[in-house]
């Protein structure tokens, strides 16, 4: 049974009112990918009675109150996705398609959905308490630079009047709020949940304050101040609360929430997820999403890398959160006997696979990240401790459920990690491919690849050669597909024709190329709009124009004649 998404499914569970709210930028699909979902899953279990709004029409209030007020709160996301980078291309023209929506039609959600469904919602039901959440309100919890405007923008707890804000992954914020709500505090006493931003009138005694509202959008270093600060605290045991001055008040970010416990994420993907979209699509044409991840298992949460145009860092934090291998399979046999199954597991892991059951011998769970190194590089910390025999195990256990005939790791994989582990790598490419595995080649240019803090070209082209021998060796006929990023920071033509001549060494014609889009509050966006590196305060080089994007592509990708 999937949550309610109208007033009348509430009312034939017997619900008067709803304890909970959520508004969500996606079409409702049951299935543990789907933030609202889990979300609403997750608060159902501890006895709350939970509405999903899913894709309201956001041009009247009157949408929002189909359930009524609920009893404690509205919880909004923008969806699984950022809003504007589901509605619009990084040359800024509007997306043809919309694989989160019925039909994959689109707009069925606003730019800057966050902040237009919270005004909303103070609209139809003023005095409610409204907590934002999901992709788009974690990234822009400070100041931040909006790619779209090409300026700085205050957090969006201000422009959507919103009174708290939950960051990262948030069953443990959503619960924590919703049982002192119930317990009768007001939500002006939600000050101290770790994992949660706030609007304050004071700065916190204990609080690190970091350059200001004013100062980030006046001074490109600053800017880059701001963000080096940000980044050094993002760590649950190491990282002190921020708080950053707004005008005359102030955005308080608690510490982020301590690890989740291998039965804390058990629990979470042990909850009834239909895996469907709901009813209600099916005539529309269903959830195109929702086909891409329906037979897709998530191993863990978290990178221990810290790519500059990624933000798992700044989301899901640094720290391996990991699933036990019976949950892994359970769920796998959850799979494999629904009626639409087919055969095929399409991807089992994270966005770096081979990253499941890595531990650090200094336990991150208790102490937290290593300040003084970055675990990857210039190569693996000689601390990280292998998880290939879980993994493995995971896989094989996996592979062996009646009914299952393939089992493929799709999500992705570390090449220097792999490396490492030979015995991984051998069966990867024995079992668990499906012809084609994507890994990310980025740059070979060595200045550009150091400003995304990734491993030289070297170590890609050595596993690019343990890759093809492996297959001559197992008799496989499987390729690599080179997943390209152009106009990074410090890409410049000049790089671009580089790539292209590497590519062309190797009579590589890319397919998976995309364009640098500046995401808010990674390093490289950092770099993209103040023009300083922020680990190393070095002067940065970003080609700024849709032209100048245009032209790296045209170099990569020229027109067949």
Known sequence: MTLPISKTEARKRGWKQLDIVLVTGNAYVDHPSFGAAVIGRVLEAKGFRVGILAQPDWRSAEVFKEFGRPRLFFGITAGTVDSMLANRTVNRRRRRRDNYAPGGKPGHRPDQATIVYANR?????????????????????????????????????????????????????????????????????????????????????????????????????????????????????????????HGKRFVVQNLPPMPATEAELDEIHALPFTRRCHPSYEKLGGVPALETVRTTITTHRGCFADCSFCALAAH?????????????????????????????????????????????????????????????????????????????????????????????????????????????LRELVKYYISGYLIVGLEQVNARVLRLMNKPPIEVFEKFEKEFEKLNRELGKKQYLVRYLILGHPGCMEAEARELARWLRKKKLRPKQVQDFYPCPMTASTCMYYSGYDPRTMEKVQSPRSDRDRRAQRRIIQPPRK
């Open 121 to 245: 919602v103070r609209e139809a039901f003023p005095g409610v308490p409204i907590i934002l959440g999901g992709i788009e309100a974690s990234l822009r919890r400070l100041a931040h630079y909006d790619f779209w405007k090409d300026r700085v923008r205050p957090s969006i707890l201000l422009e959507s009047r919103a009174d708290l804000l939950v960051y990262g992954m948030g069953e443990r914020q959503a619960v924590e709020i919703a049982q002192r709500l119930a317990a009768g505090e007001p939500v002006e006493a939600l000050t101290d949940i770790r994992g949660t931003a706030l609007v304050s009138e004071l700065q916190p005694a204990e609080a690190l304050e970091i350059p200001s509202f004013d100062e980030v959008a006046d001074d490109r270093r600053k800017f880059a101040e701001a963000h080096a600060l940000f980044a050094a605290n993002l760590d649950p045991v190491r990282g002190r609360i921020l708080a950053q001055a």
């Open 316 to 424: 899901q934090g640094r720290i391996i959160e990991n699933r036990s291998v019976d949950s892994i399979v359970a769920e796998a046999r959850q799979i494999a006997q629904a009626d639409w199954f087919k055969g095929t597991i399409s991807s089992v892991g994270a966005p770096s696979a081979n990253m499941y059951a890595m531990r650090c011998k200094r336990n991150w769970h208790e102490k937290g990240t290593c300040g003084r190194r970055d675990c990857l590089l210039p190569k693996p910390c000689p601390s990280l401790v292998s998880g290939t025999k879980r993994n493995l195990e995971a896989l094989r256990r996996v592979r062996e459920i009646p009914g299952i005939k393939h089992v493929f790791v799709s999500h992705g994989i570390r090449c220097d990690l792999a490396l490492q582990e030979p015995q991984y």
